[in-house]
């Protein structure tokens, strides 16, 4: 066998010796061969004169910070990018998707007039039926059933289907607020709070807490109603005659515009229910209306009332009407006097007191006249 120095086919040809101990000198360690500092020229500047074929890499601490600063590079640039993704997706969804503040009242306070209509002398009364059939009711339809609806045709932007959820909505909304027998006589107002858009739920409020005739918070011109105290219903249903129109708004609502004349029997408090020759008396309310609905009121059923115009009698002029419609009983008569004085040099809201003559044409003719 071969000596631990020597290889199996002997001593290589040309070196000296062929001991290891020859070759010691030139053997690099691994500690030698990683602090070596040598980096090779580019080829441009191994072109130039002289030039050497190794130079002296930089030491290793400078490589480091080097490979540090290149990281840190790095790093910014990474962030850069994400901050320009981040910043066009801001933009795409801006663009897709724009913030929109809700709008602080979307729906329009209600303006309202009610004028009360003075009769010219004593207010004829009689049993119910035989009032109305001598008075312009006779030929009115009972009830709900006075209140008929158009056809329903589709608009430029609204299907026939949301036309008649249209007019279905205000329909009830007229018999809910002059046909209820518990709201004409102020035991509630819910059927017709229900069935008005949520912006205008503060305004209804304040009228049924604390009327004011100031053209915005009478609660007469959101309902019909009645003081209990003084005034009952005579037991025959009330007559109705009217009708509705609707159109477009605009893309996104419609709005319908009811005119009806709902004619009451009525009778004191407290009076004998039985028939008399002049127990009950007629009262008659013209109400023309006019509501908005969007699409939104389509389809929670329930509506937007603009404006309300209200005409009443027999009442007095100088009567507070804001609270409840105060009739003039069968036999008596207005008090004298015009309506309630307004002071122009008051301050706050201007107001203006309305009133009318009841034409003796609308009431109903006497008992014995063909």
Avoid: N
Wanted: glycine share 10%; hydrophobic share 35%.
């Amino acid at each position: 066998m071969a000596g631990h120095g020597e290889p199996p086919e002997g001593t290589p040809e040309g070196l000296p010796g062929g001991g290891e101990d020859e070759y010691r000198s030139v053997v690099f360690d691994e500690s030698f061969v990683r602090a070596a500092r040598l980096q090779e020229y580019s080829a441009q500047e191994r072109m130039g004169d002289h030039a050497q074929a190794v130079r002296d890499s930089p030491p290793r601490a400078a490589s480091e910070q080097a490979g540090g600063r290149g990281a840190s590079s790095t790093k910014q640039a990474l962030l850069l990018v994400l901050l320009v993704v981040a910043f066009g997706t801001a933009i795409y969804l801006g663009v897709r998707h724009p913030y929109q503040p809700p709008p602080a009242t979307r729906a329009q306070p209600l303006r309202m007039t009610v004028i009360p209509l003075a009769p010219e002398g004593r207010v004829p009364g009689g049993d119910p039926d035989g009032l109305f059939a001598r008075s312009p009711a006779a030929q009115f339809r009972p009830g709900a059933a006075g209140i008929g609806l158009p056809p329903a045709r589709r608009t430029a932007h609204f299907s026939e289907s949301q036309v008649m959820a249209a007019l279905t909505t205000v329909k009830d909304y007229l018999v809910e607020s002059s046909l209820d027998p518990d709201v004409l006589t102020g035991r509630t107002v819910r059927p017709v709070r229900i069935l008005l858009d949520p912006d205008q739920l503060e305004q209804f409020d304040r009228g049924m807490d604390g009327s004011a005739d100031d053209g915005r918070h009478a609660a007469t011109g959101w309902l019909v109603r009645f003081d209990p105290a003084k005034v009952e219903l005579a037991g025959s249903k009330t007559r109705v005659q009217g009708g509705l129109r609707v159109e477009e708004s605009g893309a996104d609502s419609l709005e319908v515009t009811s005119d009806h004349t709902f004619v009451y029997a009525l009778r004191p408090t407290g009076s004998d229910a039985r028939p008399r020759a002049d127990g009950a008396s007629l009262f008659t309310v013209r109400r023309e209306l006019h509501f908005r609905l969007d699409r939104d009121d389509l389809r929670m059923h329930r509506t937007e009332l603009l404006v309300s115009y209200v005409q009443a009698g027999p009442q007095a002029c100088a009567a507070d009407v804001a609270g409840h419609l105060r009739p003039v009983l069968a036999g008596q008569k207005a008090s004298a006097g015009g309506p309630a004085g307004t002071d122009p040099y008051a301050t706050g809201r201007a107001t203006a007191a309305l009133c009318g003559a009841l034409a003796s044409d609308a009431m109903p003719r006497p008992a014995d006249t063909p």
